[in-house]
């Protein structure tokens, strides 16, 4: 038995998944809501018996490892060290990877090398000196703080880092250059981050996986942008991650809510006074994939943006986000207008307290459209409505919607009718966006296959339900092959075996088939009341199956009939003839049982 195998059978998927994620028992599988795309009825299932998860509204699935992989975004190698570990097994060989994860490897250790070398030269280095006392003075920060963060500073210099990792580790200008570390000029290798303050960025895991670097003149013209990003490489993707969430997501955990500020010092400033449940989208505004990484952590999010037009704008595109995600969201305001890292600074003990004071989303986008235009004339009343309303009527709950569409009502001087009348048209035109939208759509009879193959085999005596079907189609061939496959190896191995046994008949699949065998077994069915409603859900199913089938056949035959007439093949016309006359006689009988 190989390492996999070993570990598939230490690890129960169910314990494993459970770790993450509320499942609930629905017959012999279990449910819950997918963590890897939004929705509010779950179709996230997770099978005990055949230990595999699928996901039927995004589509994902597979095992213990697949899941992992998808759910902390690693690779395989790194699901196999892990899943070991938890285990208790000893790898018996090194771990396989893929010429990609060893330059993912590659880039971690760099990375690695250059926080540690930038943190060096801010603590100990003369080059470091004036950054130092940048932070020290102009930021209030500390000697821990800084090492909590492993903040550094890029010298001055063209080939600062480039010639420490060059020549003293062996490392050659592609590597850097694939880590975002340098760029080549005129053939010359060049420190990207030059005579900046280095916030490295890490992964939930701890990985380095780029840097953030503030230019220390900001009023020099050469120094370019405020803060510049390493760009997107094999380990980074920008909108995936998240500033500070290495060191916060314990504390995350604890309060069951994040805080989520907009720069790096609106992170490192609260840390110092304990606030530690804190990161920074360094981005405009919060992505999908960020908030379903802070999902896993909390149940709230709480935003603290600057309070200018920008901080604003992206605070109100974050909370249409997050609603969208179906996540618990509110807002501080800092008082005085000012930002959270300034605010810190000036007054903890205020801060703190604003953070106790979170506003409700609908609150802040209301006093916020208000504070911005003019509430009396016509101009103003409609950008109101347009900042408002889009938020607003995704309310689900009634009551609260009612209490802020009154809330708004008044501002505007409007009735809640009115503004009911409004959300509607809104509503209606996502609704058409959504129609339109180019959707693949099983049509019923692509579905019912699968469903009837599904009711079978989620039938709590496999055996008596195959039987009960089969006295319907009688022979009658699937549409699909591969539903028409699984059943004809379901008729072999029933006519064989008194008892079903799920692990046993799986065995007798070929392997092309075990994709569609299991999405049929794990499918989430409509609760059926009892047995007798069931074993008529079955009955019902087939017929349609037959009906289907039957139809098939004869548009096939009465092309045949054409072709056969056309070539004056009249022997074989009239074999098709009699053929479809069979067809039309079984259709009909068919559905005279239906009708009864
Ligand atoms: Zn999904």
Same mark, same amino acid.
């Given at each position: $038995? ?5 570990? !598939? ?13 509320? #499942?609930? %028992? ?46 902390? +975004? ?6 196999? !060290?892990?899943?070991?570990? %938890? ?36 603590? &100990? ?28 500073? =890029? ?43 280095? @916030? ?16 220390? /003149? ?26 500070? #969430?290495?060191?916060? %997501? ?5 309060? &069951? ?7 790096? @010092? ?36 709480? @935003? ?16 249409? $986000? ?53 509430? !009396? ?38 009735? *809640? ?15 058409? +966006? ?27 005596? *496999? ?13 009658? /061939? ?37 994709? =569609? ?80």
């Amino acid at each position: $038995m190989d390492d996999v195998e070993k570990i !598939k059978q230490k690890i129960d998927i169910v314990d494993l998944i459970s770790e993450h994620l509320t #499942l609930k %028992k629905t017959g012999r599988n279990f449910k819950a809501n997918c963590p890897f795309h939004s929705e509010k009825t779950p179709s996230f299932v997770v099978s005990p018996e055949r230990q595999i998860w699928h996901c039927f509204g995004c589509q994902k699935g597979g095992d213990i490892f697949t899941f992992l992989m998808e759910y902390e +975004k690693t690779d395989f190698p790194e699901s196999l !060290k892990y899943l070991a570990d %938890k285990a208790g097994i000893k790898l018996s060989g090194p771990v396989f990877q893929t010429e990609k994860e060893k330059q993912k490897e590659t880039i971690y250790s760099l990375n690695h090398l250059a926080s540690t070398y930038y943190n060096y030269i801010l603590l &100990n280095h003369n080059a470091g000196k004036d950054a130092l006392a940048y932070l020290f003075e102009k930021r209030k920060l500390n000697l821990d703080i800084i090492k909590k963060f492993n903040l550094g500073y =890029a010298p001055n210099r063209n080939n600062s880092l480039t010639s420490y990792l060059m020549r003293k580790k062996g490392y050659k200008p592609e590597d850097l250059t694939n880590a975002g570390l340098a760029t080549i000029r005129n053939g010359r290798v060049i420190d990207f981050f030059r005579h900046r303050i280095i @916030f490295p960025i890490s992964d939930s895991r701890g990985n380095v996986i780029a840097f953030s670097g503030r230019a220390l /003149d900001i009023n020099s013209a050469l120094e370019g942008p405020k803060y510049i990003n390493t760009r997107e490489t094999i380990v980074y993707k920008k909108s995936d991650s998240l500033f500070g #969430l290495n060191l916060a %997501k314990d504390e995350i955990k604890k309060e &069951n809510r994040v805080i989520v500020v907009e720069g790096e @010092f609106d992170v490192i400033s609260p840390y110092k006074e304990g606030i530690k449940n804190i990161v920074a989208i360094k981005g405009t505004a919060l992505t999908e994939s960020q908030v379903r990484i802070l999902k896993r952590y909390a149940e709230k999010i709480t @935003f603290c943006f600057d309070t200018d037009r920008a901080g604003e704008e992206a605070q109100r595109r974050s909370i249409q $986000m997050v609603e969208k995600e179906n996540v618990l969201a509110s807002v501080i305001v800092p008082p005085e207008g000012k930002d959270p890292d300034e605010l810190v600074n000036e007054d903890p003990v205020l801060f703190k307290k604003a953070v106790k004071k979170d506003i409700s989303i609908y609150d802040f986008i209301i006093d916020s459209a208000v504070g911005n235009f003019e509430t !009396k004339t016509v101009e103003g009343k409609r950008k109101i409505l347009d900042k408002t309303l889009p938020v607003l009527s995704l309310i689900e709950n009634a009551v609260i919607k009612e209490h802020y569409f009154k809330k708004l009502g008044r501002l505007l001087d409007t009735s *809640v009718e009115s503004l009911n009348k409004e959300a509607d048209k809104i509503k209606n035109q996502k609704n058409v +966006k959504e129609d339109i939208l180019p959707k693949k759509k099983l049509t019923r009879e692509e579905m019912i296959e699968p469903y009837l193959i599904s009711l079978i085999l989620q039938y709590k005596q *496999v055996n008596k339900a195959y039987l009960i079907c089969e006295e319907t189609l009688q022979g009658t /061939d699937f549409c699909l092959t591969a539903y028409n496959r699984i059943y004809s190896f379901l008729g072999d191995y029933v006519s064989q075996q008194e008892n079903f046994f799920m692990g046993d008949f799986v065995k007798t699949l070929p392997s092309e088939l075990l994709e =569609a065998f299991d999405k049929c077994y794990l499918a989430p069915l409509a609760f059926l009341e009892d047995e007798k409603q069931y074993l008529s859900e079955i009955q019902k199913t087939a017929k349609e199956v037959k009906t289907n089938s039957l139809k098939s056949k004869l548009k096939n035959v009465s092309e045949k009939i054409k072709e056969k007439e056309k070539n004056g093949q009249e022997k074989e016309a009239e074999e098709a003839r009699q053929e479809f006359l069979e067809l039309t006689k079984l259709l009909k009988q068919n559905s005279v049982i239906l009708i009864k």
